[in-house]
Structures are given as structure tokens and as C-alpha cells.
């Protein structure tokens, strides 16, 4: 899945000032400075791109050239890699893929973004921390209003994906799960094959799990479905322990 336009995903500590105008604030200033390399570095550029500083200044306040960019946090803030019960991965990074594998249509950039930031915003107030994504778009450009994909194929939502098959082991990639449901995706979960129509097509049994890697068994498939990497799966029945 493609998302729109020719974007950069930075999922980083302190983005500084890599998108946005320069830093107004003194502390700021105090915080991030620039070595003597990066500027050498910047200097180059300039040189290469037949650019003043200040014209380069200039364009640089008037938003980015082109595209879309979207930044896992604000210029100040801690772009947070956490644990999601048995794995790391960057907040932003996994809400904005847990997110995209749950939507059944082609929404827009703008309100997809909006869902987005405020599911990392909640995540990490829950880890003490506070983190903001931005998002950046070319001046005067439609993009916020735009479809997330350039492709107009609808897909059902799904909480994952077959990835590999031997002989009897199904290997499945859980990508759309809820961050707060993992820990119980574990043995005698049970996900339906799906067909892009969203129909069942067998039933699978999850054996193990490690991270967002599982392992499973077909337990049953009407249609006779022929497993391959590629089928989706959407979550049917979970093992809740007791308390």
C-alpha cells in the first residue's frame, strides 16, 4: 500500500527543525544546536541548488516544495519507541499501519491524519509522555483533501495478513491489531480468511505468537480456499484469560 504523494516518513527523536520554519524559542536554540558538520553539510547543498541562505530561508517559510510530509511529532517532542506487549516499534509508525489496515475505503489524508494523531496523542499520555504528530502539505495544494491512496480498489478491513505457508503452518503478519488487544492474540485465537469482498473463506487457529509473527493452522474452509501468502485475515474469536 502506497501512501499519496512522493512523502518522506521520518519516525525520529527531536525532528528539530528538518520540516518546519527556524526555532523562535531561545531554550529551543539552546537545545538544538547545529555541528559544525551539519552546517558544512547545508552549506554544500546551497552551493549545489544555486541558493543565498536567506532565499533559501525564504522557501523554507513558505512550507514544504512539494508532496506531503508527516511528521511522528512536533519539533520539540520525543517521537516515542515503546513496548506493545512483546515488541518494540515506534508509536507513530505502528498507529498509522494499524489504522490504514482498518480502513474498508479510500479515505482522505486530512481526516485520516486527524484519527491518526489523536490515537498517538492518547497512546502516549498512557506512557507518561506527550507526542503530537504534524502534518505538512505543499501551500495552495488539495492534498489534505485527497484519498490516502492512489488506487481505487475497496479492501475490507483486516487484522492480518498470510505471509508464508509450509505444508501444514500458516505464518501471519498481525499488523491491524489493536495495540490493547495483543496480549490476548495468543493460542485458540481464531481468524477468518477473507476474501476483497470481506467473505469467509476458512477459518484459522492461532498456535503461537511472537511480537506481531504468529503461527497458525487451518481449521476449517468451506470454499476449500487455496492458502497463499497474500490472503487477509480478520480477527473472530479471542482468548480472553479470566480474572
Known sequence: MTVLGA????????????????LKSSQLKQKFQVSPEEKAYQASWLQRLGLSAEEFKKQRRNGIPKGVVLAS?????????TSFNDFNAGLFTYTLTQYLWQQSGNPTLGESFVNIARNVKALSFEQGNLQEPVLFV?????????????????????????????????????????????????KSALFEIINAEGQQQGIVKLESRKGLVGYAKLL????????????????????TPSR
Open 7 to 22: 512523502e518522506d516518513r521520518i519516525d525520529t527523536i527531536y525532528s528539530g527543525g528538518l520540516v518546519s520554519s527556524a
Open 73 to 81: 511529532a512536533r519539533r520539540d517532542q520525543f517521537a516515542i519507541d
Open 220 to 239: 476449517a474452509s468451506p470454499t476449500s480456499v487455496s492458502l497463499k501468502p497474500g490472503l487477509l485475515l480478520r480477527e473472530k474469536v479471542r482468548a
Open 138 to 186: 505543499k501551500p495552495n495544494s488539495d492534498y489534505q483533501q485527497r484519498p490516502m491512496y492512489f488506487i481505487g480498489v475497496q479492501t475490507p478491513r483486516a487484522e492480518g495478513v498470510i505471509t508464508q505457508v509450509k505444508e501444514n503452518q500458516i505464518e501471519i503478519w498481525l499488523g491491524g491489531a489493536n495495540p490493547k488487544n495483543l496480549e490476548n492474540l495468543n
